[in-house]
């Protein structure tokens, strides 16, 4: 079994690819951590934002990209939303 460093290297990701990556991973860190930090469930978020639980787990583990609406329908209940900024 392969491991997820072996796996990436293997794909042999462009710089640019690797960071929009790094970009979507903290980006769904961040939604988790306010979820919990909430102490919402997974399906108390899901019923506040007209979506199903297994949508918002796909989301969380990462199993697809998420579309822009999607996101802004997940964290508007969390009273959060998405911003552009300046890359560090």
């Known amino acids: ?11 042999n990701l462009s710089e640019e690819e690797e960071r ?8 769904i860190l961040s939604m988790v951590a306010i979820r919990e930090e909430q102490g919402l469930s997974q399906a108390e978020l899901a019923n506040k934002c007209n979506l199903k639980q297994p949508a918002i787990a796909r ?10 609406d999607s ?14 900024v300046p890359m560090k």
């Open 59 to 68: 989301i969380e583990k990462s199993q697809h990209s998420p579309r822009i």
């Open 20 to 27: 929009i990556i790094a970009l979507e991973e903290e980006l």
């Open 71 to 84: 996101l802004l329908r997940i964290l508007a209940p969390l009273g959060y939303t998405l911003q552009i």
């Open 1 to 11: 079994m392969s491991t997820w460093k072996e796996v990436r290297q293997e794909l």
